[in-house]
């Protein structure tokens, strides 16, 4: 037994493919220390700087004070409690729908959604770059699972015309996790009402950060305001949010179904309520703290201007996912690594994450970056551009 599982590790790493875990001894910040070493990081999702925010650390302990540290029962047993409630309420206020439900994570959160509304009669429609929690949750629906290419949404019509299913489930992210390219919601809204598709939106990169007050990807301009009935909204509480979990906001037929039977929500303890106490807070300062955005905003342009005589191309994204296009995997790695001698953090991603001869740095930038931050990156890029 333990031989074959040794066999297919050292496989794995053979192919450089073996992952491992970094020890970080600091609280998320932009600079961080990792094994005991410095680090200016640009791999955090913590966009707006929140993860370690004093306000919500207040908060956090306020909760324990008020409800003690682990909610003790799943929601629908006795571990629902008021913070939740607060939470819930608070969250579908800001995202402009009637109700909204809260998940322990995202990935639990489209398990849940996606099974419950979809079954072996129904067909699930996703692209082709989604997050693997959509992909992992169409396959356990049982549903007819149909990808079409990224963003095409020709091909997505052609394949909502012609298949045959009870119930038609369009699925996609929000803002691509490894791209930072913004779906053509108002579009793939208008298809779906004309099909009759439900569309289910992860916005896990744009709540907290794209939107009028950070109110997430429906509230860009243009994008689908007021909210169709059939779309169903996701978005995460552990990236912008700078906390943990993740929530579905949508009708109220839809979440009394994900209550009644997402078996993700049903058969698993309730997150903290410290935790959604401390959401409340960071909800609030979403809302209120403009300069985050704005600040977010002008490290994207300067890394852009930064970048414009680079070898390397970014990818077209206004989002704090500045995906700098290497090409091939080797290169990448190098580059990933040079930076990293030089006390910068810069995940390289590779085949099979991403299409083949597509090899990239994933720069994430956040509010607390600082412009000479964002300068230290560009020169250290420049160094190792190659002569
Ligand atoms: C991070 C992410 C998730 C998962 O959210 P967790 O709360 O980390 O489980 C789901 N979808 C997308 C697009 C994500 O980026």
Known sequence: MFADLA????????????????I?????????TIDGCDYLAFSSNDYLGLANHPELIASACDGARLYGVGAGASHLINGHSAAHHDLETALATFTGFPRALLFSTGYMANIGMVT????????????KLNHASLNDAALLSRA?????????????EQRLATVQARRKLVISDAVFSMEGDIAPIRRLIELCERYHAWLLLDDAHGFGVLGEQGRGSLFLPGSAHPHSPSLVYMATLGKAAGVFGAFVAAQPEV??????????????????????????????????????????RRNIAQLKQGLQSSPWKL???????????????????RISQGLREQGILVPAIRPPTVPQGTARLRISLS????????QRLVRALHDLAPS
């Open 24 to 32: 970080a001894d600091s609280s998320q910040a932009s600079h961080i």
């Open 7 to 22: 066999e297919q590790l050292r496989i794995r790493e053979q192919k450089g493919l073996r992952r491992t875990r970094q």
């Open 255 to 296: 979440i009394e179904t994900l209550v009644q039977s997402a078996r993700s929500y049903i058969y698993t303890t309730a997150t903290p309520p410290l935790l959604a106490h401390a959401l409340l807070t960071s909800v609030r300062l979403i809302g209120q703290d403009e300069w985050r955005r704005e600040a977010l």
């Open 144 to 156: 007819q699972f149909i990808r079409y290419p990224h963003c095409d949404l020709a091909a997505l």
């Open 367 to 374: 509010a607390t970056h600082q412009p000479d931050d964002i």
């Open 315 to 333: 990818l077209p994204s206004v989002t704090p996912i500045q995906p700098l296009l290497i090409g091939d995997s080797v290169e990448a790695v």
């Open 116 to 127: 419950a509304l979809a079954g072996r009669e129904d067909a699930v429609f996703a692209d």
